[in-house]
């Protein structure tokens, strides 16, 4: 009897991801513009404090004027407002390209299309949909409700750690472990490691007008601890996403390493703050509305429909795109290379859209938001997150049916294209 | 009532299988399907009326109405 070879898979060389990844920064900077905003509809910056602090009413105001805002920052952007616009867009793979969908002061070069920096999520057609599939199994509701149960769990032992504290950080000690610790266990990466996730996300998602050299050495933080865990995976292959992955194969070939990493990458950036900020907005929601917390402690079934609206009224993500050309679109003048900011929570606050748009109604019925993208980019974690969601909430509103904003002005924002609480002081005894 | 996905416009948010899960279910990438032929029973039409007004790709057709 002889022992099977192990087959040595030398995808995950440093030599070849570093020549890779030194290709994928010849892309275009553009100066970096801060400061505050002139005029909303010709300067507009997603990244400035009183954005990050209430969007809403900004965005109310650009869809009466304009509908479609735009920018000279970040090298040029447009920014619709209203529904309909964002879902032509979202809808157009044509004329909008995903090769980045964060709205910075670099363009990855063109040639990474069709695959982009993190796949599927910056994918083009045709290549999107075999990158997605490959995915999509792991993530449908059935698959991720065996994981609810694990979830409820730690949501508990997270509660009992408050240990008779009149007051906590519902988003530092309770919303953003939740996504960390699921997305850790679905890729079979240490759960300690939490911590180190969260300055991955602020790297990505928050550090955006830093200098393009700062925030390229930050972003290589993440590239290494990424290979560490490709490293280990390869040494000792268990059941877990990573291990998937690494066997994945796509047109008879294994994945090329970029996928893998890639895919991992965007698995650890999206899963965690996008959930952690709406289980921090939906508690923010019901510390300073007693009437809607008092309504679901006792009428828990209603959570799955108020929990939409919560969704809708406070959707944590905006996309963003690239124009594919030169092209007029609905009356405006687009270039090649500006952004297109996708607000998918400006969407969501429509009134052409919605009935009483600007108001949490936690009974609503009919709820066709769009906070989790539409089209073919439709979040492929949204089962997930739903289901996190769901059972912090419930867990929450089980055990500490009572609480309130500790102090409202202590209440930070992230700013950039996920938005949710970052401190929320909560009382609670 | 009698209701139909369409596959080109699903993209697998999964609304009609949570809001109607005795009309709707999921394919094992999470797309939705119909149960059976689509027929739904009048005691399922308002859930199966709820699948159609929150679907966000606005996919799932009414063949007959209830």
């Known amino acids: ?429 | 009532m009698k209701v139909q996905i369409d596959k080109d416009r699903c993209q697998g948010h999964g609304r009609c299988y949570d809001l109607a899960p005795k009309v709707f279910g999921d394919d094992e990438e999470g797309y939705g399907q119909v149960l059976g032929d689509g027929s739904v029973p009048p005691d399922l039409a308002h859930d199966a009326q709820l699948a159609v007004s929150n679907c966000p790709e606005s996919a799932i057709d009414v063949l007959e109405e209830a």
């Not at chain 1, 002889?2 to 995950?12: A, I, L, S």
């Open chain 1, 1 to 429: 009897m002889t022992t099977p070879e192990v087959q040595k898979d030398d995808r995950f060389s440093e030599e070849i991801l570093g020549r890779r990844q030194d290709g994928a920064l010849l892309g275009k900077r553009n100066a970096i513009v801060t400061g505050p905003v002139s005029d909303w509809a010709t300067d507009f910056s997603h990244l400035e404090p009183e954005w990050a602090a209430d969007p809403y009413p900004i965005q109310d105001e650009l869809r009466q004027r304009c509908p479609v805002a735009r920018t000279d920052r970040f090298g040029g952007g447009w920014l619709p407002t209203r529904y309909e616009d964002v879902a032509a867009v979202a809808y157009d793979t044509e004329n909008f390209t995903s090769r980045s969908v964060i709205m910075s002061n670099f363009r990855p070069p063109k040639e990474i299309e069709p695959i982009g920096t993190v796949p599927p999520i910056s994918s083009d057609p045709p290549f999107h949909h075999d990158a997605r599939k490959l995915l999509l199994p792991a993530f449908t509701k059935t698959n991720v409700a065996k994981l609810e149960p694990a979830t409820r769990a730690f949501c508990h032992s997270l509660i009992d750690s408050f240990d008779g504290a009149d007051v906590v950080d519902a988003a530092h000690d309770y919303a953003q472990h939740i996504p960390m610790r699921v997305i850790a266990d679905m890729l079979g990466f240490p759960l300690e490691d939490g911590p180190q996730f969260r300055e991955f996300v602020e790297n990505a998602l928050e550090g955006v007008n830093l200098p393009t050299e700062e925030r390229i050495a930050k972003m290589s933080k993440l590239g290494e601890y990424i290979l560490a865990q490709i490293h280990d995976h390869l040494a000792n292959p268990r059941d877990d996403l990573t291990t998937y992955l690494l066997n994945a194969e796509m047109y008879g070939q294994k994945l090329d390493p970029f996928v893998v990493t890639g895919a991992i990458a965007l698995l650890l950036i999206a899963g965690i703050d996008t959930t952690w900020s709406a289980i921090g907005a939906s508690l923010w929601h019901l510390a300073k509305t007693p009437k809607d917390r008092e309504r679901l402690v006792s009428e828990q079934e209603l959570l799955p429909t108020a929990m939409e609206e919560f969704l809708r009224a406070y959707g944590p993500v905006t996309m963003a795109r690239l124009v594919k050309h030169d092209m007029n679109w609905r009356g405006i003048d687009m270039k090649a290379e500006d952004w297109v900011l996708l607000s998918f929570p400006a969407a969501n606050r429509d009134p052409e859209q919605f009935d009483r748009a600007d108001e949490v109604v936690i009974d609503r019925e009919v709820n066709k938001h769009a906070a989790f993208g539409l089209g073919i980019h439709r979040c492929v974690g949204s089962h997930l997150a739903r289901m996190e969601l769901r059972v912090a909430l419930e867990v929450w509103l089980q055990r500490i049916p009572k609480f309130s904003l500790a102090d409202a002005d202590a209440v930070t924002w992230a700013a950039g294209q996920v938005r949710g609480p970052r401190t929320l002081p909560l009382r609670i005894g």
